[in-house]
């Protein structure tokens, strides 16, 4: 699709690869850029128009589709981790409150454009995933639960608004360098490299982003299956 001229909202774009992404579809030519942010003073690039939206909240979404019915891009960045849910320990609360920011709120979100995108001409959805959507993390398991269920949950969406014209892309990545990871010691990307590939693959009408090796390889040992996929680590060993 034609990224000069589009008009994008990407979730979560007060910082990390959500404001990445933001900025870089605006360097590519997006006419404008709704950045949604659960607090709206936290967008601070004043290319960027900031909009109040919390993805668990219905109010949100609903008011965000209200207002920004000029967009052909949506972007469905904003996540959580939720690692005080470990599996025999911590309140499942946390999980579900994983499950509310990384499935049902990008499918809530989905809903509420898809008759946006399609009156604009069908456009594209972007759901940013992970490369957990195929490796359990057993340090998160909310985290790589939800990245499955809404890497699922893409591949439903891409049938589903296909006759709308719209693309669906699924972003899978390894670590990013972001608050997100901060902790983690693994070899990371920027969140800008992460950005301009989805630029790119919007660009290109390409249907998934494998955003770096470790993601690719992981893709490929689900062939092997599950103790190929596990085998394969993301982490520095010393
Ligand atoms: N960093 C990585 O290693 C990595 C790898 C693969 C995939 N991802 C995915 O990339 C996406 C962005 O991650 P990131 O690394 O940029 O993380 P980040 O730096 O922690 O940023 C997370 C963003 O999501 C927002 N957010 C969280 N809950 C929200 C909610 N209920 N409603 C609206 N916004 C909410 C945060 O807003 P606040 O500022 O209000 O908290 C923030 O803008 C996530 O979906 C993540 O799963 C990250």
């Known amino acids: 699709m034609q990224i000069n001229g589009s008009v994008a909202l990407v979730t979560g774009a007060n910082r990390g690869i959500g404001l990445a992404v933001a900025q870089a579809l605006v360097a590519a030519g997006a ?9 709206p003073e936290t967008v601070v690039d ?35 981790g939720g690692i005080e849910a470990q599996l025999f320990t911590g309140s499942l609360d946390v999980a579900r409150e994983v499950m509310e920011t990384n499935v049902f709120g990008p499918w809530e979100i989905a809903r509420a454009f898809a008759p946006v995108l399609a009156a604009n001409g069908g456009g594209a959805l972007v759901n940013v995933l ?11 398991p909310a985290y790589s639960a939800s990245k499955a269920a809404a890497w699922s949950l893409t591949n439903a969406l891409r049938l589903g608004l296909a006759k709308q014209n719209t693309l669906v892309v699924g972003v899978h990545s390894g670590f990013v360098d972001t608050d997100f990871s901060a902790a983690v010691p693994a070899d990371k990307i920027t969140a800008i ?38 085998g394969i680590t993301p982490y520095k060993v010393s």
Request: proline fraction near 1%; avoid cysteine.
């Open 130 to 140: 992970s490369s957990t959507s195929w490796w359990a993390m057993a340090g998160a």
């Open 31 to 39: 006419a404008k850029v709704y950045a949604g942010a659960r607090r």
């Open 46 to 80: 004043d290319r960027l128009v900031p909009v109040r939206l919390d993805v668990t909240s219905a109010e949100d979404i609903a008011a965000a589709a209200a207002l920004a019915e000029d967009v052909d891009i949506v972007v469905n960045n904003a996540g959580t």
């Open 193 to 230: 490299d992460l950005a301009d590939q989805i630029v790119r693959a919007l660009a290109e009408d390409r249907t998934e982003v494998l955003a770096d090796e470790f993601t690719a390889a992981t893709r490929r040992a689900l062939a092997g299956g599950i103790e190929a996929v596990q």
